[in-house]
C-alpha cells in the first residue's frame, strides 16, 4: 500500500543538543529533515514531546501538575516546530488537545484532516489533553483519529531491540515484530498503550533512528530500515 498520510512522533529531544532546552541548530537540523518529505505527495502530521524542557520536574511537583507542565511544553515545543518549519517554506498549522487560548487552534478532527488535505504539516500540541498518558500514546491516538497510514516513531536508537541496547550490550535487534509479540515481550520502546491503539486501528509502527541524516526520507521511500511493528506475522 502506498504510504500517503503519515504520523510522524519526535521526541522533544530532537528540537535539543543538550537534552534540556531548545537548541536552534537542533531544531534547524530536525527542519531540514522533515522538509525532505513534507508536502512531497505526503500528507504529514507531528506530535512533539517536551523531553527536552519537562524531564526531571516529575521528582519535584506532584505527578498531575507535572504532566499539565509536560503538555504546555508540548505546546512550547510545537510553536517552535512550526514556526521553524514555516521559515523553511512549509505551510503548517498547530492544533492543542487543551485550550491555549491566543497560542494554538483546539484540536479538532475534522478541520485537521482539512489542513492536510491543504497540503499544511500539521503539528498536535498538548498531548492527549489529560495526565498519565505520553506522547507517544498521543501519537497512536491522533493518527487512529487522522486515519494515518502509518506512525514513523523517531528514536536515538535504529529500531527495537529484545531489551533496551543503551543498557544490555546483548540485545538483539528485531527487523519486524507483531504487535501481540511487542506487548508480549513487553518492549519499552512505546507505552504498551500506543501498541494497542495502533494494533485496533491496523497502523503499522516503524521505529527508526532519526539522527542519521535521510533516514526519515528513506522510510518513506519504501527502504527497509528501522523496525517494523505490524498486526501481521513476520
Ligand atoms: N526494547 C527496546 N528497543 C529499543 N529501544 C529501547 C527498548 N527499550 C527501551 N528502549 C529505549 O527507548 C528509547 C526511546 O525513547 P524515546 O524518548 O521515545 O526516544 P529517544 O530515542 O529519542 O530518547 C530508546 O532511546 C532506547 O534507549
Ligand atoms: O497526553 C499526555 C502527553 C504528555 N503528558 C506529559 O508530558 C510529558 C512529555 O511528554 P513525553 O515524555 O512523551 O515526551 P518525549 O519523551 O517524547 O520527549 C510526559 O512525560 C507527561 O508528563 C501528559 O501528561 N499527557
Keep these: 500500500m ?33 522538509k525532505t518529505v513534507a508536502g512531497k505527495n505526503i500528507q504529514l502530521a507531528v506530535v512533539i514531546g517536551a523531553g527536552n524542557i519537562w524531564r526531571g520536574c516529575g521528582k519535584f511537583i506532584e505527578r ?13 515545543n510545537s510553536l517552535a516546530l512550526s514556526d521553524a518549519l514555516k521559515k523553511a517554506g512549509l ?3 498547530v492544533f492543542s488537545a487543551s485550550g491555549v487560548t491566543g497560542f494554538a487552534e483546539i484540536f479538532n478532527r475534522d478541520k485537521a484532516i482539512n ?29 487512529a483519529e ?12 535504529d529500531g527495537v531491540y529484545s531489551a533496551d541496547p543503551k543498557k544490555d550490550k546483548n540485545a538483539v535487534r528485531y527487523n519486524s515484530l507483531t504487535f501481540q509479540e511487542a506487548l508480549d515481550k513487553k518492549l ?3 507505552d504498551q498503550e500506543a501498541f494497542s491503539l495502533c494494533r485496533e486501528s491496523n497502523i503499522s509502527i516503524s521505529v527508526f533512528d532519526f539522527y542519521k541524516n535521510g533516514n526519515l526520507k528513506k522510510i518513506l521511500s519504501g527502504k527497509k530500515i528501522g523496525t517494523v511493528i505490524t498486526a501481521g506475522g513476520k
Design 188 to 190: 519499552k520502546i512505546m
Design 2 to 34: 502506498a504510504i500517503k498520510r503519515v504520523l510522524l512522533k519526535l521526541s522533544g529531544e530532537s528540537l535539543s543538543y543538550d537534552k534540556v532546552s531548545i537548541s536552534v541548530e537542533a531544531l534547524k537540523r530536525t527542519v531540514s529533515e522533515i
Design 115 to 143: 489542513a492536510l488535505n491543504k497540503g499544511y504539516t500539521v503539528v498536535f500540541a498538548g498531548g492527549t489533553g489529560n495526565p498519565f498518558f505520553t506522547t507517544d500514546t498521543t501519537a497512536a491516538l491522533r493518527a
Design 146 to 157: 487522522i486515519g494515518a497510514d502509518i506512525l514513523l516513531k523517531a528514536t536515538q536508537v
Design 91 to 93: 505551510k503548517t498549522k
Design 64 to 76: 498531575v501538575t507535572a504532566d499539565k507542565m509536560g503538555m504546555l511544553a508540548t505546546v512550547m
